[in-house]
């Protein structure tokens, strides 16, 4: 502290007031801001996420997976190409809120309150991989002390980025990426995970086990289906409410050489990953017509603009159909060429002149060899289709 020993003078007081309110931002920046916090979800139990404050936005992290959920005003925040939303106020050093998921059917909502980290220690060393044979498909793990990172690989898709903890007894492991909010448990048994749960937000819920893997097992878990003969020719609805129709004629007038059919869903996060990977291929195959055909959830009004912002979501250079409703029986009776539709995504890769590969299911990047296989297929289709092969 200090004090003028006289009354001070005008130009004093300026100097004072210059003085004080440099201390003052001095201060505020020398302060430590807090920036990641734990995301508590309103499941039973909860299901808990990391979260960084970046800016006024919210940054989920699910291991090496960055969503930004964006900043619109009065504490509300975008959910990332599914459509939803955070919608919440401060309460103290918490955020408190809930999660809209405007893709489920009624009102669906969960709780969800963001509490600060305070301490936070690196892990060190290296992970170790391990693989299991679990209830719900083979579960990729990797630990480094008493943190863990996995995926949960089956013939239709994955479980995507899952991260969490692991102790000598226990496995916990979570995930949020806009559409799917999921929760494993597990007790560790020996070579046994036992007494496990896994809950999808708070509408599902069911056992979980497994047990170690000794083989290495397949990276790549998604595969081709059978051709049944029929004509190659499907119909959708764009964006404008336009009736679309790609067959033999249709892609000769357009002077394109392959068709490559995307069957998703935007309510999907693994044709979301597969989206992604075939708008980063598409630019060095400009010979070939790519076309995602999508079966919804809901198709009233609201639909077809729902389609243009998962088209501008993911940057796709080409139109998004509207195919039907979300029904594997539906998606086959649209594409005709297969007598079911096992997953979404499924992907026809065709020529004309030549059957179509009709491959089934989507290995994304969480799965590490399986995604870096299923790229390589892709290439190869494409390849294929531009007449560009190595065996051509």
Known sequence: MFAFPHPPTKAASRCLCAFLAIALVACSTSLPEQSL???????????????ERVASDWVIRNGEERIVLRHLGEELYAVPVFGGSWKGQWVGEEWRGHWTDSLRPGN?????????????????????????????GTLLLQTREDSLWAT?????????????????????????????????????????????????????????????????????????????????ALTGVNALGDTVTWNRSSLDAAGKSGLVVDVMGTWCPNCMDEARLLAELAPRHPDVQF?????????????????????????????VLLGGKASKRIAAECLGVVDT???????????????????????????????????????????????RSKNH
Do not use: C
């Open 341 to 387: 539709v096992h997953s979404f995504p499924t992907t026809v890769f065709w020529t004309p002149g030549s059957d179509p590969v009709i491959h089934t299911g989507f290995n994304g990047p969480a799965t590490g060899e399986g995604y870096v296989v299923e790229r390589a297929f892709f290439e190869s289709q494409l390849r294929r289709l531009s007449g």
């Open 37 to 51: 916090y734990v995301a508590h979800f309103g499941t039973q139990p909860e299901t808990e996420v990391l979260a």
């Open 108 to 136: 669906y909502r969960v709780p969800v309150t963001l509490t600060p980290v305070l301490n936070t220690r690196p892990t060190k060393g290296s992970k170790t991989a391990s693989r299991w044979a679990t209830s719900e």
């Open 291 to 319: 076309v995602s055909l999508a079966f919804e959830r809901n198709t009233d009004a609201n639909i077809l603009p729902r389609l243009a912002q998962f088209q501008e979501a993911l940057q796709l250079s080409w139109g």
């Open 152 to 232: 949960i690989s089956t013939p239709t898709g994955d479980y995507r980025y899952l991260a969490g903890k692991k102790t000598h007894k226990t496995l916990t492991f979570n995930t949020f990426d806009g559409a799917h909010l999921f929760r494993f448990s597990a007790t560790l048994k020996g070579d046994s995970l036992v007494n496990g749960s896994f809950l999808s937000g708070t509408h599902y819920q069911a056992s979980f086990d497994g047990v170690l893997a000794t083989d290495e097992g397949e990276g790549w878990t998604s595969g081709q289906q059978a051709f049944n003969g029929a004509e190659m």
